[in-house]
């Protein structure tokens, strides 16, 4: 019994070899490439310098005064981005379950014969380049875009509304492109939901809101901490959106390394900064899975 186990564990290994060698020189090596630039010294004109140096982690967030080098402070400009990131990331991914959790649920209750188109018009987003969407999201809000023409020619304002380069473009665009990753998670749940639970609610004169807070919510929640993480994790890192609607403005952790990687030529900062997001992303994996966990003991208790 036990030599042909193994032998069949040697081949579930045998063919997952070449996929985990991918991972492996694709993922891991790049990433402990990063790791060990963030620990190095910054190169005059870019790259680095083999020499140990904790410079970059420090920089992350503290700066030294150009002329009195032992006078250190917080560096503002760099907590701010961050906290800006996070920020933006956790607003996006609340407007994106805000508007997701209704179409989904749109989507769910249709005859079975028709979800499969609504599912397909959903998709329709991700056949479009990132890039592209970011501009048609710029057409609309700009100075002399859609909203801005309308609001003026029905005399609701005299002058256009400033909406590009702020926090509010960054966030808007975000959710646009975001919000197809929530909404096919929540299907997904919404999908394997008991329909006939909700009936019983509504049979023992529950009403709407506790029907919604006791019987559905329950339910999707796993759709739920899945579309999150499928959201908060791209935003925290987006780099094209920030860039276009904010217009070096609104900086975000994406465009702060892009920064240290091109103009600012410190290659170790930025490295630094590219593995604090990493920690980040890895906090929020963590509280993922902690929170999957903790839902399957209570279905099995």
Same mark, same amino acid.
């Given at each position: ?35 060990? $630039? ?104 700009? !100075?002399?875009?859609?909203? !801005?023409?309308?609001?003026?020619? &029905? ?15 960054? &966030? ?29 609610? $509504? ?13 559905? &919510? ?36 994406? !465009? ?46």
């Amino acid at each position: 019994m036990r030599g042909p186990l193994i032998r069949g564990n040697g081949w579930k290994w045998l063919l997952c070899a070449p996929a985990l060698t991918v991972l492996l020189l694709a993922a891991s090596g790049p990433l402990l490439i990063v790791l060990v $630039y963030s620990f190095l010294s910054p190169g005059n004109m870019g790259g680095v310098v083999w020499e140990f140096s904790t410079e970059g982690w420090f920089r992350v967030f503290f700066r030294r005064d150009i002329f009195e080098p032992d006078l250190v402070t917080l560096n503002h400009a760099h907590l701010t981005v961050f906290w800006r990131s996070i920020w933006l990331s956790f607003q996006t991914t609340l407007i994106c379950a805000l508007l997701g959790f209704p179409t989904a649920w749109f989507i769910a209750t249709r005859p079975p014969n028709t979800r499969t188109v609504w599912l397909f018009l959903i998709t329709i987003p991700f056949w479009t380049n990132l890039l592209i969407r970011t501009f048609a999201i710029q057409e609309v809000i700009r !100075n002399n875009g859609t909203i !801005n023409t309308v609001l003026l020619r &029905l005399g609701v304002i005299d002058s256009p509304i400033q909406m590009m380069f702020t926090d509010f473009a960054v &966030l808007l665009g975000m959710a646009y492109v975001f919000l197809p990753l929530m909404v096919l998670p929540l299907y997904a749940a919404m999908d394997k939901m008991d329909f006939r639970l909700v009936e019983a609610g $509504y049979d023992l004169y529950a009403s709407r809101l506790m029907v919604l807070w006791h019987v559905i &919510l329950p339910q999707v929640k796993p759709g739920f901490i899945a579309g999150s993480i499928l959201v908060f994790i791209p935003a925290i890192g987006a780099y094209v959106t920030p860039r276009v609607l904010g217009g070096g403005r609104t900086m975000m952790l994406g !465009n702060l390394i892009a920064l240290q990687f091109g103009q600012g030529r410190n290659w170790p900062l930025g490295a630094a900064l590219a593995m604090l997001m990493l920690i980040v992303v890895v906090g929020a994996l963590i509280v993922y899975l902690r929170a999957l966990g903790r839902m399957e003991g209570e279905r099995r208790g």
